[in-house]
């Protein structure tokens, strides 16, 4: 199976801060994956923990500190800094807010025929119409619906859609969806992401999904790695890693999800973060400030990547019973 | 036209351009003027207001109701080419500076940023002087227009970086759009209040330049504008002598067109700006 | 750990009501009058010690309603017919008599209110401690200024939240911390009734656990009402004791929460209910068809009835009122009312 995207120890570092104090912060800290053709892969984990950054130095909107990123059989290294996008034909996008997504002062429309003119994907009117209608239908609207018409006129289900048709012009064999259905309505969500599972299955496209949401993760994804601060704590099936969750981290996460099931509340107290800034900063494992499992060893040495039975998990608890060492 | 109407609704709006309208029809009256505005003696010096002289005549002997068509015409034209020349400057300077960033950005600000610190008003006068005779209006024009770019290009280029970080940025991009396409086309709506704004401020700076530059002397006095009206005016005592109509024509028709020029500008900014905009759009 | 009540509404328990609630925005766009019709006819009876949660679609007047509750009613918004009365004290009150000095004294010692986003509380350029000092002093007569503050953090210890938040500024802390240390100043004078509207979204899971759980902790140390609201159900179904779901400006469905994801009666509770994932189920759901009505173009009749899969003519043409299905479940739709049962829950 041909891999649509390859990330390998990718790491880039943020310098922040005054004159007098500058704290570096490891935002994505050698990071790798791997997302196969027709798959869809979730990037998961909370707000600070890199995964939105991850997204875009695949997409090289930023320059990695180094690591290295493979598509369509193209190397990219943070050497090569000359060109400032990567690749946009194959690797498309769609962002977490939908009225963001477009000037507000032009018509929607205009970005469907730039994309089709710069990608030079039709030769005439005929075959332009034919191309955005194909894709709108692709997503569940009309073109009378659409065309001409403002960001205001749509609400933001509908702006995420068309967001989706656009990015689906260049057929790409990778869509890239950072935190797509979080300034959509709970209940709108599920019309998003069931459209994931169909471009998938009808076109055979890969999905890099980015969210904290696990339970439209669970619904929709293959694979799925969790991510905090900077690290994936633990990757695997979206089975294994989600039901049957092996890292304190992935466990916490699990655990607090809101089901809409009085049957199904929370158990227990959860312990929140003081300083987001001191947690990326520490020694050892970056969750031993908040773990319920924490031992002495975390708090001193990073813990190392451990695989077991198949899943990766980056923590001191499983050295133990190692039966690989990745 | 349904911006024209919807402007006209803004009796801001009104007031200027009805003014601006009649100051321009007049300028364009200089065309038919029965005098020569240069040669003096032509007529009797010194008449107060009558039919003959609408505005009475002044001290040298010329109409002053010819006089100030010609004026009215030669300080728009300077405020004109001072204002869009300086556009044609201050704008790509601040779109590249702003969008690009990095050393582009830095070295252009820098540039900039020594337009302003220079102390204008010393340089002007210097380069006045040297070209004072062979002066006409679009050097004194292009004069003005080089030190009038500075600050707006600062004020445009921050809210180019502004716009950079916004998602349709993004968007624009990942559709293939280049550099200067994405610039123009995503930006130029956002920015257009400004540069309206900044322009018709600009030519209100020009007019008001140029009086202060002709009432120093500084400037070719052949040449009827509405400064050189009052340095003439100055020079021969008119205030004293009591030759009210000789002052106050230049200042009446200065500050009817320093009114009406502000008042354009802040109604046509608040119809342009984005925010109003977006209110408006699919009502129609 | 976090409890849950079993309320039955009486009237000695009440600590706010409202009658047939009209408020509404009147707008001028573009020279014509528009009339966003937000709160459209609202009975409520929110009882003492209890949380209570207001669940619905963005547009379906939550947030104005929250407003209306607690008595901050400004044009463009207005009070157009129906009362709102507050249980002060074995009084009742109401609310659209007072003046506004009265209303202040009732301001954060009756009632709290929570903003969307905790920056609008925040003075994002004084410390949290200042700000806390600022409400104390402004609201409770005879302290001084290190009585304020020692008040201030007793409280924050008390309901425990690290104490060297009190001498950070907003903008040092985590966005989840900046929601609690809101939250927690609204809790400060005692007040009978906190509001809250969407004190969780745009929050990380783990972070608004943290953030109900501080909650439910306030609500069970002073013993007082929260009125939740937020479009999440799985927030209400951690949080909130009794539910009522909010369409087009009504609370078309109002149950204890075990009854209403038990036995929602109203189709559109249905398809909000059952357009979320749960955990570990991979069968297919879908959103609810249409989208929300425009609150200044409503259908005639039932709100819902565009939408709705079961319509019928009757619910075109009129507003169904409500049918007390038990003692404490209560729903306006015609189904009910001509005893059909609500089919698919």
Not at chain 1, 164 to 171: I, P
Not at chain 2, 18 to 35: E, H
Not at chain 3, 138 to 147: A, P, R, W, Y
Not at chain 3, 281 to 293: F, H, L, N, Q, Y
Request: charged residues 20%; hydrophobic residues 45%.
């Amino acid at each position: 199976m041909e891999k649509v995207l390859e990330v390998e120890h990718l790491k880039k570092v943020y310098s922040l801060g005054s004159i007098t104090s500058r704290a570096r912060i490891t935002a994505v800290d050698d990071v790798s994956f791997f997302i196969d053709s027709g798959e869809i892969f979730t990037l998961a984990g909370e707000s600070g923990c890199g995964k939105t950054t991850t997204a875009k130095l695949v997409l090289g909107f930023e320059e990695p500190t180094s690591g290295l990123i493979i598509h369509g059989g193209k190397r990219h290294e943070s050497s090569d800094s000359k060109k400032k996008v990567w690749f946009t034909e194959g690797v498309q996008a769609i962002f977490q807010d939908p009225f963001g997504t477009f000037n507000p002062l032009r018509t929607v429309d205009r970005y469907f025929f730039e994309t089709i003119k710069n990608y030079k994907l039709a030769s005439n009117e005929q075959e332009t119409f034919h191309l955005i209608d194909e894709k709108l239908k692709a997503v569940g609207l009309s073109y009378d619906q659409f065309f001409g018409k403002y960001p205001s006129e749509f609400s933001g289900g509908q702006l995420q859609r068309i967001s989706v048709a656009r990015a689906l012009l260049t057929d790409p064999s990778l869509l890239i969806a950072d935190e797509p259905v979080s300034m959509v309505d709970a209940s709108l969500r599920m019309s998003i992401v069931n459209l994931f599972n169909r471009l998938r299955r009808d076109f055979g496209m890969s999905v890099l999904y980015i969210t904290h949401d696990l339970a439209t993760a669970y619904y929709v994804s293959d694979r799925i790695a969790v991510m905090f601060r900077g690290n994936i704590v633990e990757m695997g099936t979206v089975e294994q890693v989600l039901m049957a969750p092996k890292h304190p981290y992935t466990q916490l996460l699990k655990d607090s999800i809101p089901e809409a099931d009085p049957e199904h509340r929370w158990e227990g107290r959860v312990q929140l973060s003081d300083s987001d800034q001191d947690e990326y900063l520490k020694k050892g494992c970056k969750f031993a400030g908040r773990c319920p499992q924490v031992m002495d060893i975390c708090r001193r040495e990073v813990p190392p990547d451990i695989t077991v039975d198949d899943v990766l998990i980056k923590c001191h608890l499983y050295t133990e019973d190692v039966v690989t060492l990745v | 036209m349904h911006t024209l109407k919807d402007l006209f609704q803004d009796y801001k709006f009104r007031f200027s351009f009805i003014t601006l309208s009649i100051l321009v029809l007049y300028a364009l009256l200089s065309f038919f003027s029965p005098y020569d505005v240069t040669i003096w003696g032509e007529v009797l010096r010194d008449l107060p207001p009558s039919i003959a002289h609408p505005l009475g005549t002044d001290s040298r002997g010329i109409d002053l109701f010819w006089t100030a068509s010609f004026a009215v015409r030669n300080s728009l034209i300077i405020a004109l080419v001072a204002g869009i020349i300086s556009r044609m400057i201050a704008v790509p300077v601040a779109m590249i500076a702003g969008y690009i960033g990095g050393t582009t950005d830095r070295v252009l600000m820098f540039i900039s940023d020594s337009f302003l610190v220079i102390p204008l008003f010393l340089i002007i006068v210097l380069l006045a002087m040297l070209v004072r005779d062979s002066m006409n209006l679009v050097t004194l024009g292009l004069m003005l227009a080089c030190f009038g770019w500075a600050w707006d290009a600062r004020v445009i280029r921050s809210e180019i970086l502004t716009l950079r970080e916004r998602g349709f940025t993004q968007t624009a991009i990942l559709s293939g759009t280049n550099t200067l396409p994405l610039v123009v086309k995503e930006y130029m709506p956002f920015i257009m209040p400004l540069v309206f704004a900044t322009l018709i401020n600009v030519m209100a700076w020009a007019i008001g330049l140029e009086i202060t530059l002709a009432i120093l002397g500084l400037v070719n006095l052949d040449l009827p504008t509405l400064g050189t009206m009052l340095y003439w005016a100055l020079s021969y005592q008119a205030v004293l002598l009591g030759y009210w109509w000789w002052v106050m024509t230049p200042v009446v028709l200065s500050v009817l067109l320093f009114i009406s020029l502000y008042w354009m500008s802040v109604s046509i900014s608040e119809y342009l700006d984005p925010r109003s905009r977006i209110q408006r759009v699919g009502a129609h | 750990m976090l409890s849950w009540k079993h309320i039955e509404a009486t009237v000695d328990n009440t600590v706010l009501s409202t009658e047939g609630l009209h408020a509404y925005y009147m707008l001028e766009v573009h020279g014509t009058q528009k009339v966003v019709k937000a709160v459209n006819q609202v009975d409520l009876d929110i009882q003492k010690n209890e949380v209570y949660g207001i669940a619905g679609e963005s547009g379906c007047g939550k947030s104005t309603l929250l407003k209306a509750l607690a008595a901050v009613i400004e044009p463009p918004l207005r009070h157009i017919e129906g009362s709102i009365y507050y249980h002060v004290n074995g009084d009742i009150i109401d609310v659209s008599k007072l003046d506004a000095e009265e209303m202040r004294r009732l301001r954060w010692r009756f009632v709290s209110y929570v903003p969307q986003g905790s920056m609008s509380v925040l003075n994002p350029v004084v410390k949290i401690k200042s700000t806390y000092r600022d409400f104390i002093v402004s609201h409770v007569d005879g302290k001084s200024q290190i009585e304020a503050f020692e008040m201030a953090k007793e409280h924050i210890a008390e309901l425990g939240l690290p104490p060297d938040v009190m001498d950070a500024y907003p903008h040092q802390l985590s966005g989840g911390m900046r929601q609690r240390v809101t939250i927690a100043l609204a809790a400060l004078l005692n007040p009978r009734v906190i509001i809250a509207d969407e004190p969780t979204t745009a929050l990380d899971v783990v972070v608004q656990r943290g953030v109900v759980q501080l909650i439910k902790d306030i609500q069970a140390k002073l013993q007082n009402t929260v009125i939740l609201v937020t479009h999440d159900m799985g927030v209400h179904a951690n949080a909130a004791d009794r539910i009522g779901i909010m369409y087009a400006g009504k609370i078309v469905e109002e149950a204890p929460t075990d009854t209403i994801f038990g036995e929602p009666l109203h189709p559109y509770t249905q398809y909000l209910i059952n357009s979320l994932p749960k955990f570990g189920d991979k069968t297919r759901r879908e959103s609810v068809p249409g989208s929300p009505p425009e609150l200044s173009d409503l259908p005639g009749g039932c709100a819902f009835h565009p939408r709705c899969p079961f319509v019928m003519d009757i619910c075109r043409e009129q507003v169904p009122d409500y049918t007390a299905v038990k003692a404490n479940h209560k729903v306006a739709c015609w189904l009910i009312e001509k005893g059909q049962d609500g089919k698919g829950s």
